[in-house]
């Protein structure tokens, strides 16, 4: 099996159709489909009786600079074309959007009735390289037609969202590794101010996101400018310290710099040519994930789990957590049984990593060595930072419902595992994809699942508890107890579920 990128994966999941979900009947009339916004009216479509809203500009922006509010439009604005795709190097399958770096747009999916209703605001994933609003995969059809406003937002990615120019183009443009950051953050804003006017509640806006998703989410909780636009918040497989420092944002401007071919190309280069330079930075760069925040000291004071850990930002509902196997989906057999290298890595050294394979190794004798790098490697960019997040969230006396994914996918290359994104379609009640089902071999006999794990997030966004049918009592996780949801087959509460493996990372 050769190795499988997100890229790849999210491409292969757009050429599923969107599922279709079952909702209360609306009437197709202007005045059901027509909202206004503050800048100005919108028209959206009916699709199985949900209102459907999709590509609405929340912000623009140049070129290696924040993002200002959308301007206003004078008439209405054609709502049913597909949301603009960030720029990046294309995957399997096509995009239905147009890529554009005018790309700040969202979809919101929103039940028929006046509500209000919680608001559910997902960001997508993707190695802060690739990813769109508008994948199939990750519709909100499904939380629309369990009373649930689900918002689904681009933001800028790659180099034109995370790349420190500032050492580069001059003071004007310092901070601009956080450019995706603050395009989040607008939008966010932008539900605050314009989300009532589709039904929701702007007191109830839930902040979730997968992978680089659940990072950016984390970092979120970093940054003093979000807090009060989010009420509760969802991180899967995610973190709160894959960032830059100052020197390394610059270092790696550096790079890709010498890539494109100068620094005076950065402004008006095609964007082809800052894709290119994307990939062949990231290639001769020794660490994973090069396209991150920076720790400014401004738009991100600090390290988001130091803040977190302070004490400070939100004491809001989280529901956190990872799968068993998250690097099965990044590292085939060979390359995982032989050494572990640098750029594997997302937030430890080499040297510690290293260190802890050895310790891995003493602890998990009957472990083979691919077996026990996909495990240490999962451990390192996925559990270990959400069980860092969930200690400190819940030290500070806020509510953190943990879950740990063992129920494997049933068929196709990853069968009898759960690796990265293999919870996606339960989350999204979207088993039924086709690209879900032809990559995870999903079918009907997942359906009680994804009614557990789907009714679980919409009780979370309603009233900051995940609640089931099919779900044992969620109960809090705290240091004392550990108390974590196991999503197996069946779903079980366990205590301290990863204690062997928590104790080595905390020697």
């Known amino acids: 099996m050769t190795m499988i990128g997100r890229r790849a994966f999210l491409a292969m999941t757009t050429i599923a159709a969107l599922a279709g979900g079952a909702?209360?009947?609306?009437?197709?009339?202007?005045?059901?489909?027509?909202?206004?916004?503050?800048?100005?009216?919108?028209?959206?479509?009916?699709?199985?009786?949900?209102?459907?809203?999709?590509?609405?500009?929340?912000?623009?922006?140049?070129?290696?600079?924040?993002?200002?509010?959308?301007?206003?439009?004078?008439?209405?604005?054609?709502?049913?074309?597909?949301?603009?795709?960030?720029?990046?190097?294309?995957?399997?399958?096509?995009?239905?959007?147009?890529?554009?770096?005018?790309?700040?747009?969202?979809?919101?999916?929103?039940?028929?009735?006046?509500?209000?209703?919680?608001?559910?605001?997902?960001?997508?994933?993707?190695?802060?390289?690739?990813?769109?609003?508008?994948?199939?995969?990750?519709?909100?059809?499904?939380?629309?037609?369990?009373?649930?406003?689900?918002?689904?937002?681009?933001?800028?990615?790659?180099?034109?969202?995370?790349?420190?120019?500032?050492?580069?183009?001059?003071?004007?443009?310092?901070?601009?590794?956080?450019?995706?950051?603050?395009?989040?953050?607008?939008?966010?804003?932008?539900?605050?101010?314009?989300?009532?006017?589709?039904?929701g509640d702007p007191a109830r806006v839930t902040i979730a996101g997968e992978s680089a998703g659940g990072k950016n989410v984390g970092t979120l909780l970093g940054m003093p400018m979000a807090d009060g636009l989010y009420h509760g918040a969802a991180l899967f497989s995610g973190g709160a310290q894959t960032v830059h420092t100052p020197d390394e944002a610059q270092a790696f401007a550096r790079v890709f710099a010498e890539k494109l071919g100068g620094a005076e190309r950065l402004a008006t280069a095609p964007v082809e040519a800052i894709l290119a330079a994307q990939a062949a930075a990231r290639g001769a760069w020794p660490r994973n994930f090069p396209f991150r925040p920076m720790v400014d000291g401004r738009t991100l004071p600090s390290v988001p789990l130091a803040r977190i850990r302070a004490g400070g930002g939100p004491r809001v509902p989280m529901m956190i957590g990872s799968n068993a196997d998250e690097s099965r989906l990044f590292l085939p057999p060979a390359l995982a049984a032989g050494s572990l290298q640098e750029r594997s890595l997302s937030n430890e050294t080499m040297a510690r990593v290293t260190a802890l394979d050895a310790a891995y190794a003493r602890a998990f004798p009957d472990l083979s060595g691919a077996e026990r790098h996909w495990r240490l490697l999962t451990a390192e960019e996925y559990s270990m930072p959400c069980q860092r997040i969930a200690e400190a969230h819940a030290a500070r006396g806020a509510p953190v419902y943990r879950y740990r994914w063992t129920y494997p996918a049933p068929g196709g290359p990853f069968a009898g595992h759960s690796p990265h994104v293999v919870d996606v379609p339960f989350t999204f009640d979207h088993v039924a994809n086709p690209g879900f089902t032809a990559f995870f071999g999903l079918s009907a006999a997942d359906r009680p699942m994804a009614d557990a794990v789907h009714q679980a997030m919409v009780q979370f966004v309603r009233n900051g508890r995940p609640t089931a049918t099919g779900l044992p009592v969620w109960d809090r996780y705290d240091a004392k107890g550990r108390r974590t949801m196991i999503m197996a087959h069946p779903p079980v509460m366990a205590r301290d579920p990863d204690q062997v493996e928590r104790l080595l990372w905390a020697a």
């Open 23 to 199: 909702g209360l009947a609306v009437a197709d009339t202007p005045s059901a489909l027509t909202i206004t916004t503050r800048q100005g009216r919108i028209r959206g479509r009916s699709v199985g009786g949900i209102r459907v809203f999709t590509g609405i500009p929340y912000g623009r922006a140049a070129r290696f600079t924040a993002p200002q509010p959308a301007a206003p439009w004078p008439d209405i604005y054609d709502a049913t074309r597909p949301a603009a795709v960030a720029p990046q190097l294309p995957g399997m399958a096509k995009y239905d959007g147009v890529m554009s770096e005018d790309c700040l747009q969202l979809n919101v999916w929103a039940p028929a009735d006046a509500g209000p209703h919680p608001v559910l605001v997902y960001v997508h994933g993707g190695g802060n390289e690739t990813g769109w609003s508008g994948d199939p995969g990750t519709a909100g059809d499904r939380f629309a037609a369990h009373g649930t406003i689900c918002v689904t937002v681009n933001y800028r990615v790659g180099a034109l969202g995370f790349l420190e120019t500032g050492g580069l183009l001059g003071r004007a443009y310092a901070g601009s590794a956080n450019n995706g950051m603050l395009d989040l953050v607008l939008a966010l804003r932008w539900v605050r101010a314009n989300i009532a006017a589709f039904g």
